[in-house]
Antibody
Framework: QVQLQESGPGLVKPSGTLSLTCTVS????????WSWIRQPPGKGLEWIGY???????NYNPSLKSRVTISVDTSKNQISLKLSSVTAADTAVYYC?????????WGQGTLVTVSS | EIVLTQSPGTLSLSPGERATLSCRAS???????LAWYRQKPGQAPRLLIS???SRATGIPDRFSGSGSGTDFTLTIGRLEPEDFAVYYC?????????FGQGTKLEIK
């Protein structure tokens, strides 16, 4: 059974960089796309972007200038970096397998942007 | 960017009743690449339907999806207690992929 687990700091200062890692277990990363999706508290879902296991990426234009998604198949991990964060970036961040529809999700991790 | 509008915002029904949720797109969804998810409080969304009408693995047949182009529907045949949650539609036919704002299905 494929499992995904997000990890990283739960608190980031304004103007700083949010950095999260998603560790994949129970299956290979090869041949799959891996995505990040976020959800502000009490609000809806926003697609951040995806990366193919080989490294090609596709980002949401609304975040493109600030976001970097990377993959390390040797560690079975994908990473998310979001720079110049503001309070509007406070959200639960999910990683998921796939580039379109998402069957496998992580449990999500709450990141709060605050000084 | 395709905007997805879900209606109603809140739907109040009783267990055993039938639920019909709507998702309307601002432009045609390519190849009917539309998915539906159910999200319970504190949990990640769970995939119900992909490709507008294909049930995901392990999803009971009381869930059905239909529609094409700009108008899509999720129907839940007989509501079980675990079905009272928030439902999202999502299009993945054109980037950026987008989600609807959600429909909350609550117990009447």
């Amino acid at each position: 059974q494929v499992q995904l687990q997000e990890s990283g700091p739960g608190l980031v200062k304004p103007s700083g960089t949010l950095s999260l890692t998603c560790t994949v277990s129970g299956g290979s990363m090869n041949g799959y796309y891996w995505s990040w999706i976020r959800q502000p508290p009490g609000k809806g879902l926003e697609w951040i972007g995806y990366i193919y296991y080989s490294g090609s990426t596709n980002y949401n234009p609304s975040l493109k200038s600030r976001v970097t998604i990377s993959v390390d198949t040797s560690k079975n991990q994908i990473s998310l970096k979001l720079s110049s964060v503001t309070a509007a970036d406070t959200a639960v961040y999910y990683c998921a397998r796939g580039s379109g529809w998402y069957y496998y999700w992580g449990q999500g991790t709450l990141v709060t942007v605050s000084s | 960017e395709i905007v997805l509008t879900q209606s109603p915002g809140t739907l109040s029904l009783s267990p055993g009743e039938r639920a019909t949720l709507s998702c309307r797109a601002s432009q045609s969804v390519s190849s009917n690449y539309l998915a539906w998810y159910r999200q319970k409080p504190g949990q990640a969304p769970r995939l119900l339907i992909s490709g507008a009408s294909s049930r995901a693995t392990g999803i009971p047949d009381r869930f059905s999806g239909s529609g094409s182009g700009t108008d899509f529907t999720l129907t839940i045949g007989r509501l079980e207690p675990e079905d009272f949650a928030v439902y999202y539609c999502q299009q993945y036919g054109s980037s950026p992929y987008t989600f609807g704002q959600g429909t909350k299905l609550e117990i009447k």
